[in-house]
């Protein structure tokens, strides 16, 4: 299994529990494909570097975890069809980024 790092701008009109449940479908994809949660940071509402979708602000919020390439495909459909999410990018961590 190798190690990820996900980037998430979520719609900063939803409220705490909507983004709960988005992060939760994202956990639960990580989880099912037998990898792991290893880290997950709140950034909270940033202001972007330019308009995403007619939005000024959006919700950060950063995951890293373990998991096969699969899983990351399946994460990387969901937030594309998914409209709260405005942004996502998903990294490949380098072998000595955390020791």
């Known amino acids: ?36 949660i290893i880290d997950s940071q709140k950034w909270g509402v940033r202001k972007l570097a330019y308009p995403i979708k007619h939005q000024e602000n959006g919700y950060y919020h950063i ?6 390439e699969t899983v990351v495909n399946e994460i990387d459909r969901v937030n594309k069809i998914n409209d709260k999410v405005l942004r996502h990018l998903i990294v490949k961590e380098e072998k000595n980024s955390r020791e």
């Open 63 to 68: 995951i890293n975890f373990s998991s096969s």
């Open 1 to 36: 299994m190798r190690k990820y790092e996900i980037m998430l701008i979520f719609d900063a009109s939803l409220d705490e529990d909507a983004i709960e449940k988005e992060l939760q479908k994202i956990t639960s994809i990580i989880e099912k494909g037998n990898g792991s």
